[in-house]
């Protein structure tokens, strides 16, 4: 092989660019994960199934098909079939964020139904009614029980998003394509490209790492 | 033998539990304890011990039944509309300790201890955290007041634990196998706390498979089988010259008599 690397054509003003609308589609699609996948995960575990099933069924749509699909669908099929035009930035903020929302609110679901049983029954036996029990006792628990859940969930769509390119959202990875077909240097581009998005990743894992070691403490 | 002039502080009478048409639980039993009274529960396994301490903090449904408490109706079925009614004002005068993660991991020693008080009886926070800090220096963990249920041993949880249900001043402590998960040196620790509240007239139920520890505390002990109560008595007889059959075969089995 002899292919002569060539860096000193990547030029980084367009990439810094993408990272920005990246970070910014990651961030909003983290807030509605984070607020509406909370709330989900209350109407999934509602005793009543009209609530129930519904919301159970929004969850398993975005759990059990490919997100590349669910972007396509949002982009393509949501004008036609609601009549309602919104930009490609906020379509490609909601598609990851109601995908976000669906496997946060399972990791909500999970928390809550992990907080030991003795728990709640200590709570009874101390006069806590049923309100408070929830607010002072369940909830703390649970939220931080997923909060590692959550942060990997959030810098898995920070990874995903990168699917939003092709519907024309000038993210990092756009930008990185653009870059690439103009440079006629794909291989520098991205490889730049994947050490950017594993710049940002990477000490997010290790931050889930050190609350899940905390976690594994706290619980023993 | 004459009835007492006060009435005795709880009285269940005929209680019913099954969890599903196969399991009776609880076969129609029939305990009265006077104030004052330690009474220790032992008995087998699944003989009903521990849903007879949950059923009296109101934690458990009944089939069929009731619970006086102090004199007032507190819990109640009549076995028709499957309901259980129970009366959570009474329930607040009964405190109860558990065997497993007593302590809520998020709060640390003091706001575990204040958070009822400052919850539920809308008392101060200065005010909770001062008796808080007073019972904990009695109990001997003046030093762990800010620290994490994480921090402590398990021994210092369960005590931790017992001062939490103290701070809402209970007329009736439930204790439920409260030193089985401990390792055996930290078992005396707890054990001590408990025999303290009873020098004081504590009135309690226990439930124990440490019969070392039910003949030190018990004023009376009952064993429990198959859902209804086979023997009940002084310690010294139950424990020591038992006559039923039953309890004689089990009592031999836990000090290891035959072997």
Request: overall charge positive.
């Amino acid at each position: 092989m002899n292919y002569s690397f060539d860096f000193q054509s990547i030029s980084f003003a367009p990439l810094w660019e993408g990272l920005m609308v990246t970070l910014e589609l990651t961030a909003a699609a983290n807030i509605i994960g984070i607020v509406g996948g909370f709330l989900l995960a209350l109407l999934i575990m509602s005793p009543i199934a009209v609530i129930r099933l519904p919301a159970m069924l929004f969850v398993e749509f975005f759990r059990c098909t490919p997100a590349i699909v669910q972007i396509v669908w949002f982009f393509y099929c949501v004008p036609m079939l609601f009549n309602v035009f919104l930009g490609s930035m906020t379509m490609g903020i909601l598609a990851l964020g109601f995908n976000l929302m669906a496997f946060n609110a399972e990791a909500y679901r999970a928390s809550i139904q992990a907080v030991p049983r003795e728990q709640i029954d200590a709570g009874i036996a101390l006069g806590l009614n049923p309100l408070q029990r929830i607010l002072y006792i369940v909830l703390p628990t649970a939220f931080r029980a997923s909060i590692p859940v959550l942060l990997t969930n959030g810098i898995g769509i920070f990874q995903q998003s990168a699917l939003v390119a092709i519907v024309a959202v000038q993210d990092l990875m756009y930008q990185g394509k653009t870059l690439a077909t103009e440079t006629y240097r794909p291989i520098e581009t991205f490889t730049v490209v994947a050490l950017i998005y594993f710049a940002v990743s990477f000490p997010v894992t290790q931050v889930v790492g050190y609350f899940e070691r905390r976690r594994h403490l706290l619980m023993s | 033998m004459t009835a007492p002039i006060t009435p005795p502080l709880v009285r269940m009478q005929s209680l019913h539990k099954s969890y599903g048409p196969a399991i009776q639980v609880l076969k129609g039993l029939d305990i009265e304890m006077q104030p004052g009274e330690r009474l220790v529960v032992i008995g087998p396994s699944g003989g009903g011990k521990s849903t007879l301490l949950r059923v009296m903090m109101g934690l458990e449904k009944i089939d069929r039944g009731s619970i006086m408490f102090g004199g007032k109706p507190y819990i109640s079925s009549d076995g028709l509309d499957k309901k259980t009614k129970i009366d959570t004002e009474v329930r607040r005068s009964i405190g109860m300790v558990f065997q497993h993660y007593t302590l809520f991991p998020h709060l640390n020693v003091v706001e575990n201890l204040i958070l009822a008080p400052c919850k539920v009886r809308k008392e101060r926070k200065s005010d909770a955290t001062e008796r808080a800090v007073g019972l904990l220096t009695r109990f001997g963990l003046a030093g762990k007041a800010k620290a994490y249920p994480s921090q402590l041993s398990g021994g210092q949880k369960q005590r931790v634990a017992i001062a939490r249900a103290l701070m809402l001043d209970p007329k009736l402590m439930l204790f439920d196998e409260v030193t089985s998960a401990l390792d055996p040196e930290l078992v005396a620790e707890v054990e001590q706390v408990i025999l303290q509240l009873a020098a004081q007239k504590m009135p309690m139920m226990i439930v124990t498979h440490d019969m070392w520890f039910a003949k030190n505390i018990a004023s009376r002990v009952i064993f429990c089988a198959g859902g209804v109560v086979v023997e009940d008595g002084p310690p010294e007889q139950v424990l020591g010259s038992p006559k039923e059959e039953r309890t004689r075969d089990f009592i031999d089995r836990v000090f290891h008599i035959r072997q």
